[in-house]
C-alpha cells in the first residue's frame, strides 16, 4: 500500500446514496485529483440499509472500477453515542489507515463511521493530520442536529442537557451531559474543523468549546461547468405568473407550511400580478403525519386562491434540477431550523435564480439582501409574503439584475477557490 | 447431658450445684431438667416431688408436658392427660403434646368431656389466625414464607415454628405486611381484605428439621401480648429447598421490593430482617460468593505485551449496560497513563456490548491493557471490585463507577499520581452532579432516628457537601476510590458480607480508619457523577441492598459509631 497524502471518509459514497454531504465529500476528492498533485484515496462508508453486501470479517472493500476509492462496511450503528456497535469494523479500519501512512485523514462526515474514529485515530496515527467534517449540529443535538424543539417546535440557542431530555424524555439529563462530555473530548482530539458557514462554526466554538482558530469556514464549492444553465431572457410581460420555487425534502422543519401561509397572505393582498408556488419537495413520508396533513390541508384551501396557485411536482434527481429550476423564477427556502448552508440557494444561484432565504442558522449568510435575493425573517409568513411582493412589483430589468448577480454569487464558490481554503486546513497545503 | 441422654451424671451434677445454692433451686427449667432425667432413670416419683411444686407457676409448657410423662409413667392417665392439655393450652401449637394427649386418650379410657373442660379456657387465646401460604422456600438455614391473611398486623410481627423435640428451640422471624389490591380485585375480593405478607425465619436453631412432622406457625403480632396460631402448618422436609442462593435472594429481596412498593415506609418494610436473619442472610451471601468467585471467564483483550507495568488498575464493576462509562474509558485512553481496564461483567448476557465498546481500544492505543472478568451470575460490587483486584497489576487500584467521568483528563493523572505518592491513604476527589452542582466532598455517618426498624439503631451513610449539613468526612465512595494495591489487600478488600452493594466503602474506610489510615478526599479534583445511569439492576435489587446493608452496616458498626458525634438524619 502506497503512502496517500489525503484520506478522504465520507458517511456514504455517492454511488450508493445520494446526499449533499458525501456529494461534497466526493467532489473533493474528484477535485484535488483534477487540480493538484495530492495522492489522495476515497473512503465511503456504508450502512446495513443500503443492501451493499461484504463477506465476513471484509470491512474494507475496493469500489469496482474505481482507483483510491473504497467502502467501507459498517454494521449496527449507535445514533446517540455514534459511533458503530460493532467495534471489529472501525478498528479495521483505524489498521488500515495505519497502512495508508496518510500525512492527513478528513472524516468528512462521521455519521456511519463514528465520531470515535478520532480518538483512535489518534492513538494509532499519533503524526497525523486529522480534520473533522461537520454538517449539521449533530454533536450538539440529538433530534437530527437541528437544534429545534421535539418538544413545542421553538429553535435552542444552546443544547442544554436538561432540556434535551424533555425532547427526549427516556433518556435523563445526566446521559446527555455524559454524551456531551464524550463529544468534546473526541472533538478535541481533531486538528482542525471545517464547516460550511460562520453560523455552524460559532455553534462549534459555543457549544464544544473548540479553538475559533482551528476552525475553517469553506463553503461547498459548485463546479458551473456541470450547470449549463441559460441566463432568463428578457421578457417584459407582467401578465405571466411569477414562479416561486421550493426545492428540497419535503419534511417538517424546511417550511414548507411557512411558504403556503406566506401563499395565502399574499392571495389576500390582492397584487397586481398573479403568482405560482412551485413544489419540488421529495421524501415526503419522512414527514410526520399531522405535518403532511396539515400540509396537504393548506395545499385543498389555496385551491381557493383569487391570484395565485399551488403546484406541487414531487421529489427530483440531480439532473431534473436544472430543468425544474429553469420553470420557476425566484427560490425561496423558508427552512425553520438553522439550516447550516442550504446547497440548494448555492444551486439557484448557478441557475441565475435570486433566492427568497430565511434569516436562520447558516441560511442567514448566503443571500446579499437586495443584491442576489432576500431574506425574510424566519418563521414569518407575513415577511415572507412581503419579499415575496417585492418580486410581484419588480421591473424585469431589476430581475434580470439580481439573476446576474446571484450566478455571480455561485462563481466566487468555484472548486478551484475552495482547494486552496481546503490546502489550508487539511494541512495538505503547497500542491494547488 | 440430659439431651446426650447422661441422666445419672445430670442429676448428680445439679444436685450437687443446689447442695451450694438456694437460688437455682427456684428456678423452673432446672426443676425440669432434674425431673426429666429422674423419669428417664426410672424414678418417676422423685421426678414428681420435684416438678409438681413448679405446675402452678408454669409459664412453660414443657413443664406441664414433663408432669404429663411423669404422671403416665406412674399409671395415673387421668392427671397425665390434664397436663398434656395443660401444656397444650400454653403453646397452642405444641404438637407434641397433642399426640400424648389423644394416645393417653386412646390408652386410659380418660373421660374427655371432664378433662376438655378443664383445658377450654387456655385453649382460647385467641382466634385462628387464618393464613394462607402462597410460597414456601428455605435456603441455608432460612425459611421465606409469602402468603396471604385476612387479617394486617404491623410489620415487625414475630412468626415462629417450635421444635416439639427441644424445650426452648424455635425458629423465629420477622414479617412485612403489604397492601395488593390488585390482586385483591383479580380475587374478585374488596381491594383491602386480604393482605399478602412475607416472613423471613432464621431457622439455624433447629437441629433436626427433616424429623420435625407438621409445625403450626404461631404469629406474635406487633403490640399484642398473646401469641396466636395460625391455620397455616409447615414441615420443614416439606419445603423445596433453592439451590440457587441468587433465586432465593431474587425471592426475599424481591417480596421487599413488594413490599416497599405497596405503599410501606422502607423502615416498616424492613422489619422483614430481625438481626438474626439478616446476619444469617448475610452469611449466606459470603458462602455463595466464596464458593462461586473462581467461576470466571478471563478475557484478555490486549494481546500486545505492555513496555512498562500499568501505573493503576481501573475497576469497573458491570451491573446492566456498560455504555455509560464510554467518556470514561475515553478519558482513560486518553490520559497516556500506562493503565489496566479491568471490567468485572456480571451481567455476562451483555458480554458482547461490553466487548466492543472496550476492544476497539484494544492494541490501539499503546500502553493500555484491557481485560473482561465475565460471570455467569451476578456476584455483588464488593466481591466484583475484590475479584477484579486479584487479577489486577497496577500499584494502585482504582474503582471506578461506570457513570462518573473527570472534568478534564488531567484529573485522572492527579488522582492515580497522588494515590501513588501517598500509598498509606485512600484517595478520592470531589463528585459533582452533571449540571455542577456539588455531589459528595466525602461520607459521613449519620444516625437514623425515626426508622421504625425496631430496636437496632440505624445508621447511615451521608454525602457531605451535597446539601448545607457539614460533617466530618470519615470515609470516601466506592464509585470512585484509589487505592495502593498492597493497602488493599493489608485491610483485605470490600466485605463480602456485604449482601451484592452498598456500605461497602464505607466499611472499607471504617477498617481503614481503625488503623489510622486516612482518607483523602481532594478539592481540586474533579469529577462529575451521573449517578443511577450506570447500572440497571434488577427489580429486586433495585432500592433493597441498600436497606439490607444498612442494618447489616448498623448491627457492624454499632459500637464504633455510637462513640461519634454523628448528625442526625430524619427518615420518613
Not at chain 1, 47 to 67: D, F, I, M
Not at chain 1, 336 to 348: H, K
Not at chain 2, 9 to 29: F, G, K, Q, V
Request: charged content about 20%.
Amino acid at each position: 500500500m502506497s503512502h496517500y497524502d489525503l484520506v478522504i471518509l465520507s458517511l456514504f459514497h455517492p454511488k450508493v446514496v445520494h446526499g449533499g454531504a458525501q456529494q461534497c465529500a466526493y467532489d473533493l476528492f474528484l477535485n484535488l485529483r483534477k487540480y493538484s498533485n495530492l495522492k489522495v484515496c476515497f473512503i465511503g462508508a456504508t450502512s446495513p440499509q443500503t443492501n451493499l453486501r461484504t463477506k465476513a470479517s471484509a470491512y474494507l472493500r475496493k469500489v469496482p472500477g474505481a482507483e483510491d476509492e473504497f467502502y467501507f462496511f459498517t454494521g449496527e450503528y449507535d445514533y446517540f453515542w455514534h459511533n458503530c456497535v460493532d467495534s471489529r469494523a472501525v478498528k479495521d479500519l483505524t489498521l488500515f489507515l495505519r497502512k495508508l501512512e496518510p500525512r492527513s485523514v478528513f472524516l468528512s462526515h462521521y455519521m456511519h463511521i463514528g465520531i470515535d474514529l478520532l480518538g483512535l485515530l489518534r492513538f494509532a496515527l499519533p503524526e497525523v493530520h486529522i480534520s473533522v467534517g461537520l454538517h449539521e449540529m449533530l454533536f450538539a443535538c440529538l433530534a437530527d442536529g437541528q437544534m429545534v424543539k421535539k418538544t413545542n417546535g421553538g429553535l435552542c440557542s444552546k443544547a442544554e442537557p436538561e432540556l434535551c431530555a424533555m425532547c427526549f424524555p427516556h433518556i435523563t439529563a445526566d446521559t446527555f451531559m455524559a454524551r456531551h462530555k464524550h463529544n468534546v473530548d473526541l472533538l478535541e482530539m481533531a486538528d482542525s474543523y471545517i464547516v460550511p458557514a460562520r453560523h455552524l462554526g460559532g455553534v462549534l466554538v459555543r457549544e464544544m468549546g473548540i479553538d475559533a482558530q482551528r476552525v475553517h469556514v469553506i463553503n461547498h464549492p459548485i463546479d458551473l461547468e456541470r450547470y449549463p444553465a441559460q441566463a432568463p431572457m428578457p421578457d417584459s410581460s407582467t401578465q405571466r405568473p411569477i414562479r416561486f420555487g421550493f426545492f428540497g425534502q419535503f419534511v417538517d422543519n424546511k417550511g414548507i407550511h411557512v411558504l403556503l401561509k406566506a401563499g395565502d397572505l399574499l392571495n389576500r393582498s390582492q397584487p397586481l400580478r398573479p403568482f405560482q408556488i412551485v413544489i419540488n419537495g421529495g421524501n415526503k413520508n419522512f414527514a410526520s403525519g399531522d405535518y403532511q396533513a396539515k400540509v396537504e390541508g393548506m395545499i385543498h384551501d389555496s385551491h381557493a386562491w383569487e391570484h395565485g396557485e399551488v403546484v406541487e411536482l414531487g421529489g427530483y434527481t440531480h439532473d431534473e434540477l436544472i430543468r425544474r429550476m429553469a420553470g420557476v423564477d425566484v427560490v425561496v427556502v423558508p427552512s425553520t431550523w438553522p439550516e447550516v448552508f442550504g446547497l440548494v440557494v448555492t444551486e439557484a444561484f448557478a441557475c441565475y435564480k435570486p433566492v427568497i432565504a430565511a434569516f436562520i442558522g447558516g441560511l442567514a449568510e448566503r443571500v446579499q439582501h437586495g443584491v442576489d435575493g432576500f431574506n425574510f425573517v424566519a418563521r414569518d409568513p407575513a415577511d415572507l409574503a412581503a419579499k415575496m411582493a417585492l418580486f410581484l412589483e419588480m421591473d424585469h430589468d431589476r430581475y434580470l439584475q439580481m439573476a446576474h448577480a446571484a450566478h455571480q454569487t455561485a462563481s466566487r464558490l468555484s472548486p478551484k477557490r475552495a482547494l486552496e481554503s481546503y490546502y489550508k486546513a487539511l494541512a495538505v497545503g503547497g500542491h494547488g | 447431658m440430659v439431651d446426650e441422654e447422661c441422666f445419672s451424671e445430670a442429676i448428680a451434677l445439679t444436685d450437687r450445684w443446689l447442695a451450694n445454692t438456694t437460688e437455682d433451686s427456684a428456678d423452673p427449667m432446672l426443676a425440669f431438667i432434674r425431673a426429666h432425667a429422674h423419669r428417664q432413670s426410672g424414678r418417676p416419683e422423685e421426678a414428681l416431688a420435684i416438678l409438681r411444686p413448679f405446675r402452678e407457676q408454669a409459664s412453660n409448657p414443657w413443664i406441664p408436658f414433663e408432669l404429663g410423662l411423669i404422671h403416665k409413667a406412674l399409671g395415673q392417665p387421668d392427671e397425665a392427660y390434664l397436663c398434656f392439655r395443660e401444656a397444650k393450652g400454653l403453646q397452642p401449637e405444641f404438637t407434641w403434646a397433642s399426640i400424648e394427649a389423644d394416645r393417653t386418650t386412646a390408652e386410659g379410657n380418660v373421660p374427655l368431656g371432664r378433662l376438655d373442660a378443664i383445658t377450654a379456657q387456655v385453649c382460647e387465646t385467641g382466634a385462628t389466625v387464618d393464613v394462607h401460604l402462597d410460597r414456601s422456600l428455605r435456603c441455608g438455614p432460612l425459611l421465606l414464607l409469602i402468603g396471604w391473611c385476612r387479617e394486617a398486623f404491623g410489620s415487625g410481627s414475630l412468626f415462629r415454628l417450635s421444635d416439639p423435640l427441644m424445650p426452648g428451640a424455635h425458629a423465629v422471624g420477622s414479617a412485612t405486611f403489604y397492601h395488593r389490591p390488585d390482586v385483591c380485585q383479580a380475587l374478585g375480593l374488596p381491594e383491602h381484605q386480604n393482605h399478602g405478607f412475607a416472613v423471613l425465619i432464621d431457622g439455624s436453631g433447629f437441629r433436626r428439621w427433616s424429623e420435625l412432622g407438621r409445625l403450626p406457625l404461631i404469629v406474635e403480632p406487633e403490640g399484642e401480648e398473646k401469641a396466636r396460631v395460625t391455620s397455616a402448618e409447615i414441615c420443614l422436609a416439606e419445603v423445596p429447598e433453592e439451590a440457587s442462593t441468587p433465586l432465593f435472594f431474587e425471592a426475599a429481596l424481591g417480596v421487599f421490593r413488594v413490599s416497599i412498593d405497596s405503599g410501606n415506609r422502607w423502615p416498616e418494610s424492613l422489619r422483614l430482617f430481625t438481626p438474626q436473619t439478616v446476619r444469617a442472610a448475610s452469611g449466606l451471601f459470603a458462602r455463595h460468593v466464596a464458593a462461586e468467585r473462581h467461576d470466571v471467564e478471563v478475557h484478555w483483550l490486549t494481546r500486545t505485551p505492555l513496555t512498562r507495568a500499568p501505573l493503576a488498575s481501573v475497576i469497573f464493576v458491570q451491573l446492566g449496560s456498560f455504555l455509560a462509562a464510554k467518556p470514561a474509558i475515553l478519558q482513560l485512553a486518553k490520559s497516556g497513563l500506562p493503565l489496566e481496564l479491568i471490567v468485572v461483567n456480571n451481567s455476562p448476557e451483555l458480554f458482547s456490548e461490553t466487548f466492543h465498546i472496550l476492544d476497539r481500544f484494544a492494541d490501539i492505543r499503546p500502553g493500555l491493557r484491557i481485560g473482561i472478568l465475565n460471570r455467569a451470575t451476578n456476584l455483588g460490587f464488593s466481591a466484583g471490585c475484590n475479584l477484579g483486584a486479584e487479577h489486577a497489576t497496577g500499584e494502585c487500584l482504582l474503582f471506578h463507577n461506570n457513570d462518573l467521568f473527570a472534568d478534564s483528563v488531567g484529573d485522572y493523572k492527579q488522582l492515580i499520581t497522588r494515590a501513588l505518592n501517598e500509598p498509606n491513604a485512600i484517595h478520592s476527589a470531589f463528585q459533582y452532579f452533571t449540571d455542577g452542582t456539588l455531589m459528595q466532598e466525602g461520607l459521613t455517618a449519620t444516625r437514623l432516628t425515626t426508622a421504625k426498624a425496631g430496636a437496632i439503631p440505624l445508621f447511615n451513610g451521608f454525602s457531605v457537601g451535597r446539601n448545607q449539613t457539614r460533617a466530618e468526612v470519615i470515609a470516601c465512595s466506592g464509585s470512585l476510590m484509589a487505592i495502593s494495591a498492597p493497602l488493599f489487600n493489608h485491610l483485605g478488600g470490600f466485605s463480602e458480607e456485604i449482601v451484592y452493594a452498598h456500605f461497602e466503602d464505607f466499611d472499607l474506610c471504617l477498617r481503614a480508619r481503625q488503623e489510622g489510615i486516612p482518607v483523602r478526599v481532594w478539592d481540586d479534583i474533579k469529577f462529575y457523577h451521573a449517578e443511577g445511569t450506570g447500572s440497571v439492576a434488577p427489580y429486586h435489587l433495585s432500592g433493597t441492598t441498600s436497606h439490607i446493608n444498612r442494618l447489616l452496616f448498623s448491627l457492624k458498626w454499632r459500637r464504633v459509631l455510637e462513640t461519634m458525634d454523628l448528625p442526625v438524619e430524619y427518615s420518613l
